[in-house]
C-alpha cells in the first residue's frame, strides 16, 4: 500500500511538467504561425498597426496579444484610460481596423 501511494503522489507532482511542457511547446506553435503569417504578408507587424490605432485608443497600451480566431488574427490591446478605466480593442492584424471593444 505504501508503494501506492508513492506512485500517485510523483505521478501527481509529476502532473504540472506535463502541462508546462505542453504550454510551452502550444506557444512556439502560436509564435511560428504568427511568424509565418507575417512573413506571408497576412498581418501587419504590431508597431505600424499601433501607429494606426493609437490615435483612437484615448490611453496607454498596457498589454497586447496576438490571437487567432476563425483563421483571422486578431491583436487584442489592452489600454488604460486616463480615468483608471480598462478596455481591451480587438483589431484586425492584417487591416488594422478596430472590430469590438470591450470594458
Known amino acids: 500500500m505504501p508503494c501506492r501511494r508513492a506512485l500517485f503522489c510523483l505521478t501527481l ?3 504540472p511538467v506535463v502541462d508546462a511542457r505542453a504550454d510551452d511547446r502550444r506557444r512556439r506553435e502560436e509564435q511560428q504561425r504568427a511568424r509565418r503569417a ?6 501587419r507587424p504590431l508597431a505600424e498597426i499601433l501607429a494606426l490605432v493609437q ?6 497600451v498596457i498589454g497586447v496579444e496576438l490571437d487567432e480566431e476563425d483563421g483571422t488574427f486578431v491583436y487584442e490591446i489592452k489600454v488604460l484610460t486616463p480615468r483608471g478605466r480598462r478596455l481591451e480593442y480587438e483589431v484586425d492584424a492584417a487591416t488594422g481596423h478596430i472590430l469590438k471593444v470591450d470594458d
Open 38 to 43: 507575417l512573413a506571408e504578408g497576412r498581418i
Open 55 to 60: 490615435p483612437q485608443l484615448g490611453g496607454e
Open 13 to 15: 507532482l509529476a502532473a
